[in-house]
C-alpha cells in the first residue's frame, strides 16, 4: 500500500516538476482564519493526479491565468495548466489550446 499524505491542497510538497493540472470550477473567494494569514483568498477546484484539490493561486499566478485564459474565471473551467518547479517554490505555465 502506498498512501496519499499530499493533502487538499495543491502545492509545491505534493507536485512534481512537469505535471498537468485541469480547472475544474470557477473559484471562490474564501475567508482564511489562520493567524498567519487572516485574509480572503482565491480559491479554485484542480483536478490533480486524478484527484481533486484547493489551488490558491497568488498575485503573479492568477494575473499569468487571467492572460491566458481570460478575466473571468467561468471561461477557465476545462483549462489546464503545468507545474514548474523553480527554487524549491511552484509556479505554474498555462496551456494554451492550439488554433487549427
Given at each position: 500500500m502506498i498512501p496519499d499524505f499530499s493533502g487538499?491542497?495543491?502545492?509545491?510538497e505534493g507536485t512534481k516538476d512537469?505535471?498537468?493540472?485541469t480547472i475544474l470550477d470557477e473559484g471562490r473567494v474564501e475567508y482564511n482564519d489562520?493567524?498567519?494569514?487572516m485574509r480572503d483568498m482565491f480559491n479554485i477546484t484542480v483536478?490533480?493526479?486524478q484527484k481533486k484539490k484547493t489551488y490558491s493561486p497568488n498575485n503573479?499566478?492568477?494575473k499569468t491565468l487571467q492572460d491566458a485564459f481570460g478575466m473571468?474565471?467561468?471561461d477557465?473551467?476545462?483549462?489546464?495548466?503545468?507545474?514548474i518547479h523553480v527554487d524549491k517554490k511552484m509556479?505554474?505555465?498555462?496551456i494554451k489550446e492550439q488554433k487549427v
Open positions: 487538499d491542497f495543491l502545492n509545491y512537469g505535471d498537468i493540472v489562520n493567524p498567519k494569514i483536478e490533480h493526479n503573479k499566478a492568477g473571468d474565471t467561468k477557465w473551467i476545462g483549462k489546464q495548466f503545468q507545474i509556479m505554474i505555465r498555462p
